[in-house]
């Protein structure tokens, strides 16, 4: 709404030409009347009275033409609209985000009237305390006095902070309508998107609209060029401010602080500040800043330092002289300040008014504190404010709402918890569920060191709440809403955040929260929901609540708030790569750029803390980090370190030498890795060779079974070797082995070691190549009764050992579901690869047996040959020198399908063209195509049909122009009559492909190469992982052979139920694992230390402790400068006081 003034009342300065609303007679519907002596019946005009509303015409966003670029919000309003209202528009329809403080800067009107020292509180005080706690600044809004140096301010610090480090201020001006210089440039009935608002650049205050502000409410009246006219409005409008809550969705634990700030003024804001003390809004009062703000600082303190004090006689005679001299005590004062006041007893009797709120009034003499305390002065004055609106609060409470508020953990470190406040953990449980929605990590930090226990708060109920308060623009938000059919359910966590962990780690972990539910056997949703209702879960303890807050803080991406959550852990390193997991997950399905590359970066930092942590590990003791990679973990589902690691794609984890030396003692097994290559091959023939010395074998000693991480590092490689294999299989508790002869346990070692599998299966492999090969060129017959040879059946059974081992590896293997089975099967690239060439052959196989598709067959089995070829790549990819060359050879194929895409762009333009312009009728699809894609093809390698192409040449070809002869086959005569322009568009078609197109690709294979070459070591070892795996859970036998191997593994398990010794591992004790997790939790202290040392020794850290001690001391000087000034004038006081006594007395 707006408001018309709509009654003409004379203003009688003017001559009977305005009103005293400021308008001219003529824009006024009626004029007062007058009685019989001519003199008016309405003397005094009122808003509320002779002005009506009607629809607003003003509204929208303004664009400062010729000043800024950046739009801002405005809106004309009338000063009776509810504070509600404009207060959702601005945080809804506007965006504005919600303040954690309001600092409404009243007086200061005009240049001459502010200061030098008062434009420095406002740039370095103010508006730095602002910035750093979020908050709004209200102002005039018009570029005069205070209003502008506000804006200027705030402009000049939003440009020098970092956008990460400080939270953005919004400034909003609130100012009467009628005062606006220009203001018709914003009239648009319609709204205006925006407005084209002209504003001079020049240097005199003026009433326009200040470009530096966000937003203005422009307060309307119905008067024209008043001042005042908005006061009403803006005071409802702090009061309404200070009664919502902070933080998001009003999740914070106090009501939005409101602090008035005073700057100089005039007499008619008495009028204003009396209305806002009463609703009790704390007050500051800028002293020496001039006007009003000298009148209040004066009274506040001499008045009040001379009202304590009891006469010299009786103490009673005291005090009823002081109450009878305080309203002329007052009136002195009031007349030295504003000597020119007409109505000086109205005034006195304001200043007493506003006397009584004291209370809510802080004094800041800027010219004796400086800005760098202005924070401080901030906070003390809410504080007392804070306590007189809540009398059952402490005022450690109230400021530690403060502070937290503000997100000022230096505040809440120096003066909160510095041992003088015993904090209790209940006592601090709000703030920390504040802290963690609001991402306050520091303050986190400061909670958990001082007494909050983390196992008492945190449990099933809260987490849940703090799931739910996850913000609707989030990715995880997104993603439980899916599985959400209705939004107060009541199992959020036991099902659907379960699910997505499901989704987001894959099939490594098992469900999450589920089992501390007593939810592990049940999969219905509908009657887990009523399983919960009736057990009441909420009040149940986390089981993990550190690692649950850490995957809470992960799926926000809270970086700070996720990497103290991991300091805090056991298991750091699988945490590490759990989360790094978690991260890279979320940014494949993260589409906003900006979150994606942050959640890069996050799940970087955190793969770099779990290399880092390992190797403090390792260079502690390598044995027991070996037994870290491979122990399961209850926390995480089951997984392992290794298992994590491989499905995070953590190559930079991987590469670590420990890593890899735990993969090269698997790898080898019991055999020494010095061993060569050719001398385990001639053992493959000839197996008696492993009782001899040519191959070398470990020393292992038996380890003290009930403390086997104490074992020697030479003596402890049985146990190591013991659990290498559960972080590819189950884990299955048995007694130790018994002593077994040598003969079969030499046996044993040669045989059950990885690499002899892996050579065997290579041999063999190659056999298979070659049987494959000649049958396919030598021997392979037509189809029954004649084919297939014997050789061909060979080779069908060959294929068929390997189907049998891909059946068992895929589900004989681990303890997964089937549908978890065939997902991980389907995630490996050589398993489609596999898929296909067993696909491709049981087609040749079926095709080849009949007659009409005996050539198809036969095509099938050739290009499945190619396919079985191929899968030679992914077993050399163990070769320390073949392994990254066939990672840069796969990085290169991704070059060749750019170059591809561009090439046959070119060369479908080339080839239309030049089989049109050769031949003018030519049907055959046959040679169409040759032509068109194939003959350009071969010209990029210098096969060129230059007699058909150039007419200078003969061509001695029988040809044709008949048309119904070419209709029938024959070929087509050349067209010669563009000849000359064949000729030319070969010569760019061969420029382009053979020299811009090719050089394009050699440049991108150096560019693939340059890149992929630096990291390609790492890749490698990461690939590594995958191969070794493949082959220590494989039998020892190659196919064919390895059909023996099934038989005797089916009557061994399924028959005999003898558990497998090569996969059994024995699990660690309570009391071995209770050991292994304080041991790694020192080397994390000690991690930690070592890296809080590094960034301590740092010049920037070094220089900012020395500022920080020098602004500390300069701070305690200013405080005993501040009190030895206070007891000087307290002692002039009392020698003054005592001598007006005495003259009395006298």
């Not at 986190?444 to 109920?461: A, H, K, P, S, W």
């Not at 984890?653 to 097994?669: A, M, N, R």
Request: glycine share 6%; with cysteine.
């Amino acid at each position: 709404k707006k408001r018309v003034c709509t009654t003409f009342v004379e203003d009688s300065f003017s001559n009977g030409h305005l009103c005293q609303c400021g308008g001219v007679r003529e824009s006024h519907a009626s004029v007062t009347l007058n009685d019989y002596f001519s003199s008016a019946i309405v003397s005094h005009w009122e808003s509320a009275k002779h002005s009506t509303e009607a629809p607003t015409d003003a509204f929208g966003e303004v664009e400062f033409a010729g000043v800024s670029k950046r739009h801002s919000y405005f809106l004309r309003l009338s000063w009776d609209t509810t504070p509600a209202t404009a207060y959702t528009i601005m945080t809804t329809q506007w965006g504005m985000p919600k303040p954690n403080l309001v600092l409404s800067v009243a007086g200061g009107v005009g240049r001459s009237k502010v200061k030098t020292w008062v434009r420095e509180v406002l740039r370095q005080g103010l508006v730095r305390a602002a910035q750093s706690t979020g908050a709004w600044i209200l102002s005039g809004g018009l570029r005069e006095g205070v209003g502008r140096f506000l804006g200027e301010a705030v402009r000049d610090h939003a440009t020098a902070a970092s956008s990460d480090s400080l939270t953005k201020v919004v400034t909003v001006g609130i100012a009467p309508w009628g005062l606006v210089d220009h203001r018709e440039q914003l009239v648009n009935t319609e709204g205006s998107f925006p407005a084209e608002y002209y504003v001079p650049n020049r240097s005199q205050d003026s009433c326009y609209l200040d470009n530096n502000y966000q937003a203005f409410l422009l307060v309307d009246d119905g008067s024209v060029g008043r001042r005042g006219g908005e006061a009403g409005f803006r005071a409802r409008l702090e009061n309404y401010i200070s009664h919502q809550r902070t933080g998001k969705w009003d999740s914070g634990t106090m009501d939005i602080p409101v602090l008035c700030t005073l700057v100089s003024g005039e007499p008619y804001m008495l009028e204003r500040l009396d209305l806002s003390l009463k609703k009790c809004i704390p007050w500051l009062v800028l002293a020496g800043s001039g006007g009003l703000a000298d009148l209040l600082s004066d009274v506040l303190e001499n008045v009040s330092a001379a009202s304590i004090l009891p006469a010299a006689g009786a103490e009673g005679e005291g005090e009823v002289a002081t109450k009878t001299d305080l309203r002329e005590r007052v009136a002195e004062r009031v007349m030295k300040h504003f000597p020119s006041e007409p109505d000086m007893d109205k005034l006195v009797d304001k200043v007493l008014s506003i006397y009584q709120s004291k209370e809510l009034i802080s004094i800041y003499h800027g010219e004796q504190e400086g800005p760098d305390d202005f924070d401080t002065v901030l906070l003390k004055a809410l504080v007392r404010a804070s306590k007189l609106r809540s009398v059952d609060s402490s005022p450690s409470t109230e400021e530690l709402k403060l502070a937290l508020t503000w997100n000022r953990v230096d505040i809440a470190r120096t003066e909160l918890f510095t041992g003088d406040i015993q904090w209790k953990s209940e006592d601090l449980e709000g703030y920390m569920t504040d802290a963690l929605v609001n991402d306050k990590p520091q303050f986190v930090r400061l909670f958990t060191e001082n007494g909050l226990n983390i196992l008492d708060y945190l449990t099933l109920g809260r987490l849940e709440e703090l799931y739910r308060s996850i913000s609707d623009s989030c990715l995880t938000y997104t993603l439980l809403q899916r599985r959400l059919s209705e939004r107060q359910s009541a199992a959020t966590i036991s099902t659907d955040v379960s699910q997505l962990l499901e989704d987001l780690l894959g099939d490594i972990c098992e469900p999450f929260y589920r089992d501390s539910l007593g939810l592990g056997g049940i999969t219905s949703k509908r009657k887990s929901i009523k399983v919960l209702f009736y057990r009441g879960y909420r009040r149940k303890r986390c089981p993990y609540p550190w690692a649950s807050l850490l995957i809470w803080a992960v799926l926000q991406n809270h970086g700070e708030m996720a990497v103290y959550f991991w300091e805090m852990m056991t298991e750091s390193v699988l945490s590490a790569l759990s989360a790094c997991k978690l991260l890279r997950e979320l940014c494949k399905l993260e589409s906003e750029t900006e979150t994606k590359l942050s959640m890069k970066e996050l799940a970087h930092r955190f793969e770099n803390l779990a290399h880092d942590m390992f190797s403090k590990c390792y260079q502690s003791s390598e044995s027991r980090s070996f037994v870290l990679l491979k122990k399961k973990s209850a926390m995480w589902g089951g997984t392992t370190c290794l298992k994590m690691a491989m499905e995070a794609d953590a190559r930079h984890f991987f590469s670590h030498d420990g890593v890899q030396t735990l993969l090269s003692q698997i790898w080898w097994g019991e055999m020494d890795r010095s061993t060569e290559v050719w001398k385990l091959i001639v053992t493959l023939f000839l197996p008696p060779l492993c009782y001899t010395n040519l191959i070398s074998f470990r020393e292992v000693e038996e380890a003290d079974e009930g403390n086997p991480e104490e074992a020697p590092q030479g003596k402890d490689m049985d146990w190591l070797y013991a659990e290498t294999v559960f972080s590819f299989s189950d884990m299955k508790r048995m007694p130790p082995p018994s002593k077994r002869p040598f003969v079969l346990s030499r046996w044993r070692q040669f045989w059950y070691a990885p690499v002899t599998a892996f050579l065997g299966n290579v041999l063999m492999y190659f056999l298979f190549l070659l049987l494959f090969a000649y049958v396919l060129l030598v021997d392979f017959k037509p189809p029954p009764p004649k084919g297939p040879a014997p050789l061909e059946l060979l080779l069908y059974f060959w294929v068929f050992t390997i189907v049998c081992e891909e059946i068992r590896g895929t589900f004989f293997v681990g303890s997964m579901t089937v549908r978890q089975r065939i997902r991980q099967y389907a995630q490996d690239v050589w398993h489609k690869c596999d898929l296909i060439a067993i696909s491709l052959f049981l087609i040749g196989l079926c095709c080849r047996m009949f007659r009409d598709t005996f050539w198809f067959g036969r095509a099938a089995l050739c290009l499945d040959y190619m396919v079985f070829t191929l899968r030679l790549i992914h077993i050399f990819a163990i070769h320390k020198q073949l392994g990254p060359k066939i990672i840069i050879v796969g990085k290169m194929m991704k070059d060749v399908f750019f170059f591809l895409f561009f090439l046959a762009v070119w060369m479908m333009a080339y080839g239309v063209a030049n089989q049109g312009l050769i031949y003018s009728f030519d049907p055959s699809a046959d040679r169409i195509l040759r032509r068109v894609f194939y003959r350009p093809y071969l010209h990029i390698f210098g096969q060129i049909p230059v007699e058909e192409m150039d007419s200078g040449f003969e061509w001695s070809v029988t040809c044709t122009t008949n048309a119904t002869e070419i209709d029938e086959g024959m070929e087509p005569c050349r067209d010669t009559h563009h000849n000359w322009l064949v000729v030319i568009l070969l010569v760019v078609y061969l420029l382009v492909t053979n020299i811009l197109l090719i050089n394009l690709l050699i440049a991108m294979f150096s560019y693939t190469f340059t890149k992929v070459q630096e990291r390609s070591d790492k890749y490698w070892k990461f690939q590594r992982f995958n191969v070794i795996a493949e082959y220590h859970s494989r039998p020892c036998l190659a196919p064919p052979f390895i059909i023996f191997s099934h038989f005797h593994l089916f009557i061994k398990r399924k028959i005999r139920k003898v558990p497998s010794e090569k996969i059994h591992q024995f699990e660690l004790q309570e009391k071995a694992t209770s050991r292994l997790m304080t041991w790694e939790s020192i080397q994390k202290e000690n991690f930690l230390s070592a890296e809080g040392k590094k960034q301590r020794g740092s010049e920037a850290e070094r220089l900012k402790r020395i500022v920080d001690g020098v602004l500390k001391q300069t701070a305690e000087i200013k405080d005993v400068d501040r009190r030895l000034r206070a007891l000087e004038t307290e002692v002039c006081i009392r020698e003054n006081y005592h001598m007006i006594c005495t003259m009395e007395n006298c």
